[in-house]
């Protein structure tokens, strides 16, 4: 059967030619300027902000809900069958851990913790877990430090219990995984903060209110990664195992389980560094332990006692995560065998050793030292003096520098976009980032993003919205233009990239609401207190993952760009950057979440915002406004979050490794060879070049 000849005929293209495409410059001018003259007619002529006769009284229905939940807790087959012994089972937990671990006594807990440390992750495990809680001990904060290993104790527990059977059912059935995945996502999107106030509602003040949102937001890592450990099982693995003729069960036991223990280790390690974040800030709801601590020393003044909390918060989670990330890389390989001089230790003999040690110390500490608790005159008050003469020393000499940034950041970046925000008519805000929606992404999330701005105005919070997504915004940006530099900087030098590293994992490792301890210290209260923590608390990710992306460039691509006379600058920005775009994006992703955090917990001390809304609401009672502001949290953390993962998700196209983006396209690097044929571009005439 003949085949008729083609219409058009292919390009040839030699060395000598290059391919250009139109600039997207023009076009973007347009678009800015459509966009500067439709918020110039807004301010100048239209109404601002919400229309207050289209608010809807939700704090009001809420806070009858608060009161047929305080008058029904006796009464309700809801709360009487079902939270009520939740509330009672989760108490009786905590409350039995905290009786063991100080039935234990302080030598006892010490030693036992040493050495589980050291049978699951190594000795140098060992020597810093001890040293780790014998300093938290030093500095006085003992009865809170063991509140807090208390609470998380039972909530990873908890988390872990439920999180692996369900990440198990999801790595096995895709059916569960596309149900759970929505859920999961909604669940990581909203601050840990907001966790808070569904659950003092129905459980009100204290340790099971703190459990149970510390249960449900560390749930997500540990199904997520327990389901991807599963999936990525290699296939030839599964098909042995049914040749040998084993069940659905031996297989999942004897196969599929071990070989996902790394990446469900890695869920561990998730689950108790996100369960550390939220119980440190479940001060709030008054659940006690270090972040208790912290928040009345912070409400005191009392910079140097709060300095101290916060130090043992540090040092449990670097106990916590390197531990935890020690046993996940022990597990991947063989354990080399202890040997002490000529003798080889066996693993079970370790074991022995380690039960009749941990035993002897909680023998000693009741029946020879008896003393349940850390000696009173081994604490140490260095910490609080020499955080004291700091605070003296800053205010004396770095008031210049702490008043220029302060000034700068308010005069010049939050108070003109907090302005535009709030003397902007809501629609014209609510469709210029529903435009952006629309450009990055489809018009259904265009759609979203309208509808969550229509929310938060129905909810009464637009005014607090506005002024808290005007300190995310100024974050973030303050945040990128410092990390995409230093990660170029960590991606060029392998120098830098090593002596930052251990830097990033410390800066990354504490929990966020630690950050604000040492702000206070310079700056105050207020809004650029927030934005500084958060500016520290989000530059490592975003320098890791520029890092990342620049590094992942494939060489062969790098080569070919030095082989047509690139310079190291024109290399970067037209060809590793470019590529490194996904990475990058996904940097900036993250970057917005953790400083939306951030700027939220910064209500705690004095910022202004939906954070505010929340820690004066649970503060005073008002549960329905505390609730209205958590929403609206939600809602905002939705926007940000769906239009930048939509901008490292976009869709590729023949112009650019990740297609369009805003106004234009970022150019695809092609190396061209000699008689390399190229299709003919759409309405081309196909003519022989």
Known sequence: MAVAPPTTRPRELTTSQTVTTPSPWPRRILWIALGVAVAAIGAMWLRPGWWNSMTVDFSRWFGEFQHWAAVSRTTSPIFVYFLTPIQDAVQAAFDQVVLLLNRMTWLGFVTTAA????????????????????????????????????????????????????GIWAGLRPRVERVLRPILDAMQTIPAFSYLLPAFLLFGVGAPAALIATLVFSLPPAIRLTAL????????????????????????????????????????????????????????????????????????????????????????????????????????????????????????????????????????????????????????????????????????????FTSAVNDFLILYLLDPLERLLLEEPWWIVAGAFSVLAWRVATWRLALS?????????????????????????????????????????????????????????????????????????LFGPGRVAGIVASFVYALPVGIRLTNLGIRQVPKEIVEAGVAFGSTSRQLLGKVQLPLAKPSILLGVNQTIMMVLSVVIIAGLVGGPGLGLEVAQALGQGEIGRGVVAGVSILLLAIVLDRITQAMGAAPKTSRGPVGQLGFGRWPRIRALVPGQTVPAAPGDRGEER
């Not at 589980?116 to 190594?122: D, E, R």
């Not at 001990?137 to 908890?158: K, Q």
């Not at 509808?451 to 005007?470: D, N, P, Y």
């Open 115 to 166: 050495m589980i440390a050291g049978l699951v992750a190594g000795w140098r495990m060992l020597l810093l877990t001890a040293v780790g809680l014998f300093c938290i001990g030093l500095l006085g904060v003992w009865e809170a430090a063991v509140e807090t290993i208390a609470l998380m104790t039972v909530a990873v527990s908890l988390a872990l219990a439920i999180g692996i059977p369900f």
């Open 449 to 521: 993003v309208f509808v969550c701005f229509i929310g938060i105005g129905l909810l009464g919070t637009w005014e607090f919205s506005m002024i808290t997504l005007s300190q995310v915004l100024v974050a973030v940006a303050v945040t990128v233009a410092f990390a995409i530099p230093l990660g170029i900087v960590a991606a060029k030098s392998d120098a830098f990239e090593k002596i930052s590293r251990p830097i990033l994992d410390a800066m990354q490792t504490m929990p966020a609401f630690v950050y604000l301890i040492p702000v206070l210290l």
């Open 229 to 400: 450990g599963i999936r990525t099982v290699p296939a030839t693995s599964v098909e042995v195992a049914d040749s040998f003729g084993t069940t659905s069960k031996q297989r999942l036991r004897l196969v599929q389980v071990p070989l996902a223990k790394p990446s469900i280790m890695l869920g561990v390690n998730q689950t108790i560094m996100a369960a550390l974040s939220i119980v440190v800030i479940a001060a709030v709801v008054s659940a006690g332990g270090l972040g208790q601590s912290v928040l009345d020393a912070l409400q005191r003044r009392d910079l140097g006692g709060a300095l101290e909390a916060g130090i043992a918060i540090v040092l449990l989670a670097i106990i916590l995560d390197r531990v935890t990330t020690a046993w996940s890389v022990r597990s991947r390989r063989r354990a080399k065998p202890l040997r002490i001089g000529g003798w080889v230790v066996s693993r079970r003999f370790q074991i022995v050793a380690g039960i009749a040690i941990s035993l002897a110390a909680i023998v000693i500490g009741r029946e020879v030292l008896r003393q349940q608790e850390f000696p009173d005159a081994w604490d140490t008050d260095i910490v609080a003096n020499i955080a004291n003469d700091v605070i003296v020393w800053s205010q004396t000499n770095l008031q210049g």
